[in-house]
C-alpha cells in the first residue's frame, strides 16, 4: 500500500479517501483569492506536526516574508518550525535567468539538501508562460519523476483555468479545484476533487470555508452520509410530552423515526417540539436547533406556556443552538448536528425551522437529500428527530398536505393547521403519516394555554350562540 499524507484539512481527506498519496504530483487550480495558498500552507505545516519535512518554493514575484506575514495569522501556523522543518525558498530569480531547465535543477537540489517529503510549488503558471506547450508538459513530467524518486508528494499550485483535456491534468496523480463563485449578491466557495490515481474520490463539488484557523471543507452529506441505518431491533416508542397525542398515534414516536411538523405560522409548531424537548432527561438527552429564536427567548417562552426546559438544561440533559439564518453553510451544520448526538448520546433532537435550511442551499433542489441523510444518521445513533417546516395555511376542508418531495423523505408527518370559524382563530392538528404503524387519521383541535397544549375546544371562545 502506498502511504497517504493527510492534506491537514479533515473534510478534504474524506474527498480525497485519506489524502496525498507519498511520490505522486497534483496540481491544485483556482482563481486569485480562492484559498489555493492557505490549502497549500496548511498541508505543509500538518505535515511538519507529523514529523515530516516541507519546502515551500514560490515562483511569484511576492516575498516570502510578505506571504508569511499572513500565513502566520492563521490557526495552524506554528513559528518554530521555521527554518528546520519547514522552508520557504523563491524560485523567481532563476525561471528568470534559466528558464524551465535551471527551475527543475533547483527543485531537485532544494528537495535533496532539505530531505523534504512534501513540496508546493506555487505560481506553476508563471513556469507556463516562459515556455512552449510542449516544453511545459515535458516539465510536468520531470516534476512528477522528482516526486517519485524522492518519495516526496508534489503540490502545484496555479490560477489558470486549464480545461480538463489538458496534457498536464492527464500527466499528473491529482487534480483539485478551487472554485469562488456568486449566486446573486451571495458569494460561496466550492472544492472539487478532478482526479486521484488509487483512491475512491467523493465526486462533484464540496463546500468549503476560510477560517482563522485555516480551510475547512464540508462534504456533501447526501454523498457522505448515505448509510443504511441499522434495523431498529424493537418497537418502543418515545413520548411526545403530550398524553393526548401519544394516544393519537398509539403511544408515541417510532424510536429512531424522523417526523416533520408542518403548518402556517402560529399553528404551534415550535410549542409542540418543546413538549418533545421538555422530556429530556440524563437516560434521553435533548438537543434543539433554531435559527430565528435566541436560547434565552425560547426559555422564556417555554415559561410562558408552562413548559420547563430550564430544569434539563441545568443538568445538562438538554442543549440549545441557535445559528442565524445568514449565509449557514448547510453540510457544516449537518455535521455538526451529528457530532453533538454522538458526543452527548442524544435521544430526542428537534430542528425548527427547515426554511432557514433551504434558504441556505445553493440548490435548493438538495433539500430532501440532505434530511433524509440527516435522519437516517440520527437513526444510526438511536436518536428520534421532529423537524418543524412551514407552509401556507390550508383551507379548513383540506385534510391532506399537498404533495411534497421532503414529506416522503421522512417517516411520520403531522399538519398543524389554523383557520377561522365561528369569528374565531382555532388551531387543529391531523397525523397524516406515521410509517409501519397504525393512528388517528381524524383532525382534532388544540389551543395553547399557560399550561402548554391542550386538546380539545378552547373554553374561552364562545360560540356565537352560546354568546347570545
Same mark, same amino acid.
Given at each position: 500500500?502506498?502511504?497517504?499524507?493527510?492534506?491537514?484539512?479533515?473534510?478534504?481527506?474524506?474527498?480525497?479517501? !485519506?489524502?496525498?498519496?507519498?511520490?505522486?504530483?497534483?496540481?491544485?487550480?483556482?482563481?486569485? !483569492?480562492?484559498?489555493?495558498?492557505?490549502?497549500?500552507?496548511?498541508?505543509? @505545516?500538518?505535515?511538519?506536526?507529523?514529523? !515530516?519535512?516541507?519546502?515551500?518554493?514560490?515562483?511569484?514575484?511576492?516575498?516570502?516574508?510578505?506571504?508569511? !506575514?499572513?500565513?502566520?495569522?492563521?490557526?495552524? @501556523?506554528?513559528?518554530?518550525?521555521?527554518?528546520?522543518?519547514?522552508?520557504?525558498?523563491?524560485?523567481?530569480?532563476?525561471?528568470?535567468?534559466?528558464?524551465?531547465?535551471?527551475?527543475?535543477?533547483?527543485?531537485?537540489?532544494?528537495?535533496?539538501?532539505?530531505?523534504?517529503?512534501?513540496?508546493?510549488?506555487?505560481?506553476?503558471?508563471?513556469?507556463? =508562460?516562459?515556455?512552449?506547450?510542449?516544453?511545459?508538459?515535458?516539465?510536468?513530467? /520531470?516534476?512528477?519523476?522528482?516526486?517519485?524518486? +524522492? *518519495?516526496?508528494?508534489?503540490?502545484?499550485?496555479?490560477?489558470?483555468?486549464?480545461?480538463?483535456?489538458?496534457?498536464?491534468?492527464?500527466?499528473?496523480?491529482?487534480?483539485?479545484?478551487? =472554485?469562488?463563485?456568486?449566486?446573486?449578491?451571495?458569494?460561496?466557495?466550492?472544492?472539487?476533487?478532478?482526479?486521484?490515481?488509487?483512491?475512491?474520490?467523493?465526486?462533484?463539488?464540496?463546500?468549503?470555508?476560510?477560517?482563522?484557523?485555516? &480551510?475547512?471543507?464540508?462534504?456533501?452529506?447526501?454523498?457522505?452520509?448515505?448509510?443504511?441505518?441499522?434495523?431498529?431491533?424493537?418497537?418502543?416508542?418515545?413520548?411526545?410530552?403530550? %398524553?393526548?397525542? %401519544?394516544?393519537?398515534?398509539?403511544?408515541?414516536?417510532?424510536?429512531?423515526? +424522523?417526523?416533520?411538523?408542518?403548518?402556517?405560522?402560529?399553528?404551534?409548531?415550535?410549542?409542540?417540539?418543546?413538549?418533545?424537548?421538555?422530556?429530556?432527561?440524563?437516560?434521553?438527552?435533548?438537543?434543539?436547533?433554531?435559527?430565528?429564536?435566541?436560547?434565552?427567548?425560547?426559555?422564556?417562552?417555554?415559561? *410562558?406556556?408552562?413548559?420547563?426546559?430550564? /430544569?434539563?438544561?441545568?443538568?445538562?440533559?438538554?442543549?440549545?443552538?441557535?445559528?442565524?439564518?445568514?449565509?449557514? #453553510?448547510?453540510?457544516?451544520?449537518?455535521?455538526? &448536528?451529528?457530532?453533538?448526538?454522538?458526543?452527548?448520546?442524544?435521544?430526542?433532537?428537534?430542528?425548527?425551522?427547515?426554511?432557514?435550511?433551504?434558504?441556505?442551499?445553493? &440548490?435548493?433542489?438538495?433539500?430532501?437529500?440532505? &434530511? *433524509?441523510?440527516?435522519?437516517?444518521?440520527?437513526?444510526?445513533?438511536?436518536?428520534?428527530?421532529?423537524?418543524? =417546516?412551514?407552509?401556507?395555511?390550508?383551507?379548513?376542508?383540506?385534510?391532506?398536505?399537498?404533495?411534497?418531495?421532503?414529506?416522503?423523505?421522512?417517516?411520520?408527518?403531522?399538519?398543524?393547521?389554523?383557520?377561522?370559524? %365561528?369569528?374565531?382563530?382555532?388551531?387543529?392538528?391531523?397525523? #397524516?403519516?406515521?410509517?409501519?404503524?397504525?393512528?388517528?387519521?381524524?383532525?382534532?383541535?388544540?389551543?395553547?394555554?399557560?399550561?402548554?397544549?391542550?386538546?380539545?375546544?378552547?373554553?374561552?371562545?364562545?360560540?356565537?350562540?352560546?354568546?347570545?
Amino acid at each position: 500500500m502506498i502511504e497517504k499524507l493527510s492534506t491537514g484539512i479533515e473534510g478534504l481527506d474524506r474527498l480525497t479517501d !485519506g489524502g496525498f498519496l507519498r511520490g505522486s504530483a497534483y496540481i491544485v487550480q483556482g482563481p486569485p !483569492g480562492a484559498g489555493k495558498t492557505i490549502l497549500a500552507n496548511q498541508f505543509c @505545516y500538518a505535515h511538519v506536526r507529523g514529523g !515530516g519535512r516541507a519546502l515551500y518554493m514560490t515562483l511569484l514575484a511576492e516575498s516570502s516574508s510578505r506571504m508569511l !506575514g499572513y500565513v502566520s495569522q492563521m490557526g495552524f @501556523y506554528e513559528g518554530s518550525a521555521l527554518p528546520d522543518a519547514m522552508q520557504y525558498i523563491s524560485g523567481y530569480g532563476v525561471l528568470e535567468r534559466e528558464g524551465l531547465p535551471g527551475l527543475l535543477k533547483l527543485v531537485q537540489h532544494e528537495i535533496k539538501r532539505h530531505r523534504a517529503t512534501a513540496m508546493v510549488l506555487d505560481g506553476t503558471f508563471v513556469a507556463q =508562460s516562459v515556455a512552449s506547450e510542449q516544453e511545459f508538459r515535458a516539465f510536468i513530467h /520531470a516534476l512528477q519523476g522528482v516526486a517519485g524518486m +524522492a *518519495n516526496a508528494v508534489l503540490v502545484m499550485l496555479t490560477h489558470q483555468n486549464r480545461q480538463a483535456s489538458c496534457p498536464e491534468h492527464t500527466m499528473v496523480d491529482g487534480w483539485i479545484e478551487l =472554485s469562488d463563485e456568486t449566486q446573486g449578491f451571495r458569494a460561496y466557495r466550492t472544492i472539487q476533487v478532478r482526479k486521484h490515481r488509487g483512491a475512491a474520490i467523493l465526486p462533484g463539488r464540496h463546500r468549503f470555508r476560510i477560517t482563522e484557523e485555516g &480551510i475547512a471543507v464540508f462534504p456533501r452529506v447526501e454523498g457522505s452520509m448515505s448509510v443504511a441505518a441499522p434495523a431498529r431491533a424493537d418497537a418502543h416508542r418515545v413520548p411526545s410530552g403530550l %398524553d393526548e397525542l %401519544d394516544g393519537l398515534l398509539r403511544g408515541g414516536f417510532p424510536a429512531g423515526s +424522523a417526523a416533520l411538523l408542518v403548518g402556517p405560522t402560529g399553528s404551534g409548531k415550535t410549542t409542540l417540539g418543546m413538549h418533545f424537548l421538555a422530556r429530556s432527561s440524563a437516560q434521553e438527552p435533548g438537543l434543539m436547533l433554531g435559527f430565528y429564536e435566541t436560547p434565552a427567548h425560547l426559555r422564556q417562552k417555554a415559561r *410562558n406556556v408552562g413548559l420547563d426546559l430550564d /430544569a434539563p438544561i441545568e443538568a445538562g440533559a438538554l442543549e440549545l443552538v441557535w445559528l442565524p439564518p445568514a449565509d449557514n #453553510i448547510v453540510d457544516e451544520l449537518v455535521h455538526d &448536528i451529528v457530532r453533538r448526538v454522538r458526543a452527548r448520546q442524544v435521544k430526542r433532537v428537534f430542528v425548527d425551522g427547515l426554511v432557514a435550511i433551504r434558504d441556505s442551499l445553493v &440548490i435548493s433542489h438538495r433539500m430532501p437529500y440532505v &434530511i *433524509n441523510a440527516l435522519s437516517m444518521q440520527l437513526a444510526a445513533l438511536g436518536a428520534t428527530a421532529l423537524y418543524s =417546516s412551514e407552509i401556507p395555511e390550508l383551507r379548513l376542508e383540506e385534510t391532506l398536505m399537498p404533495s411534497d418531495e421532503l414529506s416522503a423523505m421522512v417517516d411520520n408527518v403531522l399538519l398543524l393547521n389554523t383557520g377561522r370559524r %365561528d369569528q374565531a382563530f382555532r388551531r387543529y392538528l391531523s397525523v #397524516i403519516k406515521l410509517r409501519d404503524s397504525d393512528f388517528d387519521p381524524r383532525t382534532h383541535e388544540f389551543h395553547i394555554t399557560d399550561s402548554g397544549i391542550v386538546f380539545g375546544p378552547d373554553p374561552k371562545i364562545l360560540l356565537p350562540r352560546e354568546a347570545g
